[in-house]
């Protein structure tokens, strides 16, 4: 039994060895993403300590892993959702919370605005939102792979 869970996991590319699927978790294979949208909002703060429990705020670092969560978010109507990247002292400079910085971008025109978080909304086609971070949203989680 535990043979044909596995293949069906492999088949679905929604399971990992180190991806849990039992929690709303899903796996992407080709792009080793484990990843959730949590079902309670929170503020950005909130939303990375509760990621951190088991990872960190998505990283959205390739335009393969941008084009697939906004299948997913569009898929769930999840707008705006926070994801990884903040700017710490307000300016246009975005680093991960380990301090490292980003090397991929998605802005809608006119962003960043010298906020803290980064969102993504359905009205700006999923392109990033600058925000100052205490609004209450939906956000994702990674569990690194």
Known sequence: MALFVDNFCQLLQRCSAACPTTKDYYYK???NLCYHLAKQPRNITDAMLSCSVVGRLLRIDTPQKQAHIVEFLDSF???PTYIGGQSENETDMFMYDDGT??????????NPRGNKAITMKTDYNYAWNNVP?????RFLCEIPM
Do not use: K
Request: net charge positive; proline share 5%.
């Open 29 to 31: 294979r080709d792009l």
């Open 77 to 79: 109507s999840a707008s």
């Open 101 to 110: 910085p980003l090397n991929f971008f998605s802005w809608h025109h006119g």
């Open 133 to 137: 971070g205490r609004e209450i949203r």
